[in-house]
T-cell receptor
């Protein structure tokens, strides 16, 4: 149990385009989902926290207009990187948390912006 | 503010040897502690967690961790390491068991296993 999926697993896009990443909890209802960014050989950096049906809470320094987060249902959250640039290239990981509080992580999405 | 320190950036052990990964935390109340493992290019997999009760917790893949409040530590151990254990290990501390509680991660410890 507690499986979280992400799609796509990797994506390459041109600078200036937008990319959407999906995060799904497959076998539980996720009242809260988290989006992280991870640079090579570094720890996870929390970008934002989203609760189903509410606006996401962004961490300081994260541009909410650039990283759009939608949490429309208890099993799906999406992260859209708008007008992507090479510096947005990174590994993006989502996690989902149910009522128990433990976060279960997705497999991550590798974004490369050319 | 909560924080997590993993003093060892990189550890190398021989296959079959015992392993201990250190984790120290700072938290104002009763901590909720986690160990996750990450293989290259993958997400994080939960190894074990401590919420309350017995301070020695058992996890998956033969791992265990011991919560020591007096030392603010939550070290991860395994009696005999397998080559497949080579990965990045993250310790994390969180707020009480609510859905929205965020985690604070340590910087991670890279484990290399020699044959």
């Amino acid at each position: 149990g507690a499986v979280v999926s992400q799609h796509p697993s990797w994506v390459i896009c041109k600078s200036g385009t937008s990319v959407k990443i999906e995060c799904r909890s497959l076998d539980f209802q996720a009242t809260t989902m988290f989006w992280y960014r991870q640079f090579p050989k570094q720890s996870l950096m929390l970008m934002a926290t989203s609760n189903e049906g509410s606006k996401a809470t962004y961490e300081q320094g994260v541009e909410k207009d650039k990283f759009l987060i939608n949490h429309a249902s208890l099993t799906l959250s999406t992260l859209t990187v708008t007008s992507a640039h090479p510096e947005d290239s990174s590994f993006y990981i989502c996690s989902a948390s149910g009522t128990g509080g433990t976060q279960y992580f997705g497999p991550g999405t590798r974004l490369t912006v050319l | 503010a909560q924080s997590v320190t993993q003093p060892d950036i990189h550890i190398t052990v021989s296959e079959g040897a015992s392993l201990e990964l250190r984790c120290n935390y700072s938290y104002g109340a009763t901590p909720y502690l986690f160990w996750y493992v990450q293989s290259p290019g993958q997400g994080l997999q939960l190894l074990l967690k401590y919420f309350s009760g017995d301070t020695l917790v058992q996890g998956i893949k033969g791992f265990e961790a011991e919560f020591k409040r007096s030392q603010s530590s939550f070290n991860l151990r395994k009696p005999s390491v397998h080559w497949s254990d080579a990965a990045e290990y993250f310790c994390a501390v969180g707020a009480p068991l609510t859905s929205g509680s965020r985690l604070t991660f340590g910087e991670g410890t890279q484990l290399t296993v020699n044959p």
